[in-house]
């Protein structure tokens, strides 16, 4: 299991869970579930600073950089200009070409712009970003992307904070067939047994925000879904048996009276 | 303050003596430089050009940093 790790783009991670950081009560409950999880991606939005009052606390002085990788995301952005804007920025804020790429399509669904998004990847690509785009569970736009110099893909179980779990398992395995690069499950998981249930399915990591931040005990929910995705990778590993209608008794025959 | 230039920092109106830096400007505002992005007039200006970039009436900076995000 410790020798099992993520690598994208010639980088390493231990943690195959990988978090947000937005809708915490505050700072330190941020870090306790960050900690808790055992995740080493986190990601973050870029926003105006506070200038009229300074006196809030900033966010990286409760994640230390040098500790996690920085995933800095263009949340809240419709259009390829303003995705590439805020992707330039963030680079700027930041210290790595890492950038989590969202062209959003509509505001009630929060589904990917998928034209949008191939097209602010190709651009962003040519600068030297390492694009990880939030993409929507369609295999034919996840390979386009990989075609553009994507080095993993991040489709959606479900809509942004909707916990519906795993819409469209079938989706998500032609489209782990159809591209050779990391798969990360990002957006719609629920609970423990979503995150489970999309690391047995064969993807290589799994990010959510809501399902830890929004849970009553945001903190035990971070550990529960360090053991689903522990659990579901384990799993996958070792193989599950077949699907059977019938019933193959595991007690030998021989020896009965 | 002599020779008051306005500009425009994250979408208010505000003054600053002529001949000031965006890094002056950062410091005056009690903002860590490395943890910014500064955009002005649209273009993003280097982290190492922040001493060098004087600032002209009128211009329009945009200062921004992390924020707690996940997906939206």
Redesign the interface.
């Known amino acids: 299991m410790y020798d099992d790790r993520l690598v994208i783009a010639g980088r390493e991670f231990k943690s195959r869970l990988w978090v947000g950081t937005g809708k915490y009560k505050d700072f330190e409950e941020t870090r306790k579930a960050i900690e808790v999880s055992g995740a080493d991606v986190v990601t973050v939005a870029v926003r105006r600073v506070n200038i009229t009052d300074r006196s809030r606390e900033n966010l990286l002085d409760f994640i230390d950089p040098k500790k996690y990788t920085i995933l800095p995301n263009t949340a809240g952005c419709y259009t390829v200009e303003d995705a590439l804007r805020y992707a330039r920025l963030a680079r700027a804020a930041g210290v790595s070409d890492l950038i989590k790429l969202e062209v959003l399509g509509d505001e009630k669904t929060l589904f990917p712009d998928t034209a949008g998004l191939i097209e602010a990847a190709k651009i962003l690509i040519k600068e030297g970003f390492i694009v990880l785009p939030y993409t929507n569970d369609d295999p034919i736009v996840a390979k386009k992307l990989v075609d553009v110099g994507c080095p993993a893909v991040m489709p959606l179980a479900a809509p942004i904070g909707s916990g519906l779990g795993i819409r469209n398992p079938y989706n998500l395995k032609i489209i782990m067939e159809t591209v050779k690069v990391p798969i990360i499950v990002d957006a719609g998981v629920g609970t423990a047994s979503d995150a489970a249930l999309a690391m047995e399915y064969g993807a290589d990591a799994v990010l959510m925000n809501t399902a830890i931040a929004g849970a009553q005990d945001p903190i035990a929910m971070a550990e529960a879904m360090k053991y689903a995705v522990n659990a579901g990778r384990l799993a996958y590993k070792a193989g599950r048996i077949p699907r059977k209608l019938y019933a193959t008794a595991s007690s030998p025959i021989e020896g009965m009276l | 303050m002599a020779d008051a230039l306005q500009i425009h920092?994250?979408?208010?109106v505000r003054d600053c003596p002529s001949g000031w830096t965006v890094g002056d400007l950062l410091r005056e505002?009690?903002?860590?430089s490395e943890?910014?992005?500064?955009?002005l007039n649209l273009e993003?200006?280097?982290?190492k050009d922040f001493e060098l970039r004087g600032l002209r009436q009128g211009d329009r900076l945009?200062?921004?940093?992390?924020?707690?995000?996940?997906?939206?």
């Open positions: 920092v994250n979408g208010q505002l009690d903002i860590t943890r910014v992005a500064v955009e993003i200006v280097d982290r945009e200062i921004l940093s992390f924020i707690g995000g996940g997906l939206d």
